[in-house]
């Protein structure tokens, strides 16, 4: 028995023989008539307004200022998040852009 099989011989262990599919002909022709309803389409049901969930939101209480050792603002944010370590840092990323100092006072949730 030989061991060695064509590309061929395995497809078709595989995948069984192939055979091409014959295209068919279409010798029946429909008649085109006169006869052309209109259907009216379908009326569309008002859309359900979207009821908002429950979103948690944590406030972020921030000291922020430009001057060491200065006079220093409170600063509120508030974050959509679960994550008081995301909420912690957006809000820190946020002051950056305007104040040279920052310090977190506190985390809570809403």
């Not at 948690?56 to 959509?80: C, K, Q, S, W, Y």
């Amino acid at each position: 028995m030989t061991t060695e099989l064509t590309e061929e011989e395995m497809r078709r262990a595989l995948f069984g023989g192939y055979e091409p599919p014959i295209p068919a002909i279409c010798t029946h022709r429909r008649h085109l008539g006169a006869e052309v309803v209109m259907v009216e389409p379908p009326k569309l049901a008002k859309k359900k307004p979207v009821l908002k969930g429950f979103t948690p939101r944590i406030r972020v209480t921030l000291r922020v200022g430009n001057e060491f050792e200065g006079e220093m603002h409170e600063m509120l944010h508030e974050a959509d998040t679960l994550s008081s370590l995301v909420a912690e840092q957006d809000a820190t990323k946020i002051a950056r852009k305007k104040f040279r100092f920052v310090e977190v006072v506190s985390v809570e949730s809403v």
